[in-house]
C-alpha cells in the first residue's frame, strides 16, 4: 500500500544512519582506551539500547529505571474484594490547574492504570493499552482479561530495549482490575469430560483482583502489594506491614491504609506540596460494581485527615525521643 511505502521510504536514510553509527561505534571500541576501560559509567555501551556491556548490562533502561523517580510515588493494594490504586501528584507550580494532569487512567471498564516517571511516555503507554483492550474486544467479543492485557504490554514496553531507533519507556507502570468469574478451561485442564477442559466447563471459577506492575525492561510481576517512584522504600516497607497475602483486607480499609502510606513516602520528596490520587476497581458486588472508578471525594477527603493526623502524631513522638 501506499501508507507502507512511505513507511519504507522514511526508513531508508535511517537505516543508512544507523550504519554509520555502527561503524563508528565498532571502530571507537576497537581503542584501548575503549576496549579496555571499565564499563561503570557507559563508555560507549550506552549509546544504543540494543547493546549490551561485557557485564550483561543494558544501561540505556537503568537509565530510563531511574527516570521512574520522576513525579512522586504509585502504590497499588490488592484486597479480598478488589483493588485501590494512590498517586502521589507533586505540585511543580502554584499555577497549575487543581486535579489536571491525571495520573491514573482507565483503559477498560474494569482495569486501571497508574505509572510514575515521565509523563508523554506514560500517556503514550495508556494509550496502547486502550488500543490492545479495544481490539480484544473486537476480535473476541469479549473483556481483555487483566493478565492478558499485562502480557501484551510488557512485550510492548520489551520490544523498546531491543533496538537503536527507539529508546525505552521511561515509566514503571502499576495494573490493576478485577476480572470477572467464569467457568473456563485453563492450562492443565485439558480433558474429555463434561466437567473440564475440550469445550466442557470446569469446576472451578477464575478471576477476581488483579495487580500486576511493568517495569522498562518490559518485566511484570504480579503483587499484592506493588509501590513505585520516589519513595518506593517507604512505601514498600508501609506495605509490608498489612499483611496483604493473608487476603483479609476490604477495598475501604484499602483506602486509608493507601492514603497513610502515600503521606509517609511523601516525606522522601522532601515534603512538597502534593495532590493525592486515587481510584478503585471492586467486583460486581462491591462499591464500583466491576468497573474502575475515581474514590469518592468525602472518603479521600477522610483518608487524607486521617493520615495527617498520624503522622503529626508521629512527629512529636520523634520529639519527645529526640529530648
Not at 33 to 56: E, K, R
Request: proline share 5%; with cysteine.
Amino acid at each position: 500500500s501506499s501508507a507502507q511505502l512511505c513507511f519504507c521510504s522514511a526508513l531508508l536514510p535511517l537505516d543508512r544512519y544507523l550504519y554509520r553509527y555502527f561503524i563508528t561505534f565498532h571502530k571507537r571500541l576497537q581503542q584501548p582506551s575503549i576496549a579496555n576501560a571499565p564499563c561503570h559509567h557507559g563508555t560507549g555501551y550506552d549509546l544504543l539500547n540494543s547493546i549490551f556491556s561485557p557485564d550483561g548490562r543494558n544501561f540505556q533502561v537503568e537509565y530510563a529505571a531511574k527516570a521512574t523517580e520522576i513525579g512522586g510515588t504509585a502504590i497499588g493494594i490488592r484486597c479480598k474484594d478488589g483493588v485501590v490504586l494512590a498517586v502521589e501528584k507533586v505540585v511543580a507550580s502554584k499555577l497549575l490547574k487543581p486535579n489536571a494532569n491525571k495520573r491514573i487512567a482507565t483503559v477498560d471498564s474494569h482495569i486501571g492504570i497508574v505509572y510514575t516517571g515521565m509523563d508523554p511516555d506514560g500517556r503514550r503507554f495508556v494509550d496502547c493499552a486502550r488500543a490492545e483492550s479495544r481490539d480484544w474486544r473486537e476480535n473476541f467479543k469479549t473483556p481483555i482479561s487483566t493478565a492478558d492485557l499485562v502480557t501484551r504490554m510488557g512485550g510492548f514496553i520489551q520490544s523498546h530495549t531491543m533496538y537503536g531507533s527507539v529508546r525505552p519507556f521511561g515509566i514503571t507502570a502499576i495494573v490493576a482490575g478485577v476480572d470477572t468469574s467464569e467457568e473456563m478451561p485453563v492450562d492443565g485442564e485439558v480433558g474429555s469430560g463434561p466437567s473440564c477442559g475440550a469445550g466442557g466447563k470446569v469446576k472451578a471459577k477464575h478471576g477476581g483482583p488483579y495487580l500486576f506492575m511493568i517495569d522498562p525492561s518490559g518485566s511484570y510481576w504480579g503483587f499484592y502489594g506493588a509501590a513505585t517512584g520516589k519513595g518506593r522504600q517507604s512505601a514498600k516497607a508501609e506495605l509490608e506491614k498489612l499483611d496483604l497475602p493473608s487476603n483479609n483486607m476490604t477495598i475501604r480499609e484499602a483506602v486509608k491504609e493507601a492514603a497513610k502510606i502515600i503521606y509517609i513516602a511523601s516525606k522522601d520528596n522532601k515534603d512538597k506540596a502534593f495532590e493525592l490520587e486515587m481510584t478503585w476497581v471492586s467486583g460486581v458486588d462491591g462499591p464500583t460494581k466491576g468497573r474502575h472508578e475515581h474514590v469518592p471525594k468525602e472518603l479521600v477527603d477522610e483518608a487524607e485527615k486521617l493520615a495527617r493526623a498520624e503522622g503529626e502524631s508521629d512527629d512529636d513522638e520523634n520529639e519527645q525521643m529526640a529530648d
